[in-house]
C-alpha cells in the first residue's frame, strides 16, 4: 500500500539513511530508532513518496558539497576516460541533451520527381517505364 503522507517517524528514518554511510547504522539500528520493525522500513524504501523524500534529503545534503564536485570531475575524466562521466558532466551543463530535431520539410513536388528520377536511375529502369 503506498504512502500517502509522510509522518516524523518517516523523515527520522529519511534522515538517517541519507547520511554517508547510514553513519555506520544497520537498517535494524534505523528501524528501532524509529519505532519501526525493520521490514517497514524495507517497505518505506519501496515507496515511491518516500522515495522522493529520500533523494530529496540527499541533494539536500551534499548541495554544498557540489561545487567541489564538479571541479574535481574533469579530471577524473581525463584520468580514467570516463566517457559516462562526461556525458553527465555535458547534460549537467546543458551542453548535451538526448533531444533529436528533425526537419523533414519537402520544399515542392519538383524535388519528389527529383527523387524518383535518381532511384529510376540507380535501379537501371527509365522514369518512363516506372510510371
Known sequence: MAL???GAEHYKAIGLLAV?????KSYD???????VHVNT??????????????KRE???ASADKLPEIFAAIPQHIIKDGNAALFKTLLQANDMLTDRVEVNAEIKSDKDIDAIK?????????????QE
Do not use: H
Open 58 to 60: 540527499i541533494v539536500r
Open 4 to 6: 500517502k503522507s509522510l
Open 29 to 35: 539500528e534505523i528501524a528501532a530508532e524509529c519505532g
Open 41 to 54: 522500513l524495507y517497505n518505506w524504501r519501496k515507496d515511491p513518496l518516500f522515495e522522493r523524500e529520500y
Open 117 to 129: 528520377a535518381k532511384l529510376a536511375r540507380y535501379r537501371g529502369v527509365s522514369t518512363t517505364e
Open 20 to 24: 554517508p554511510k547510514r553513519g555506520g
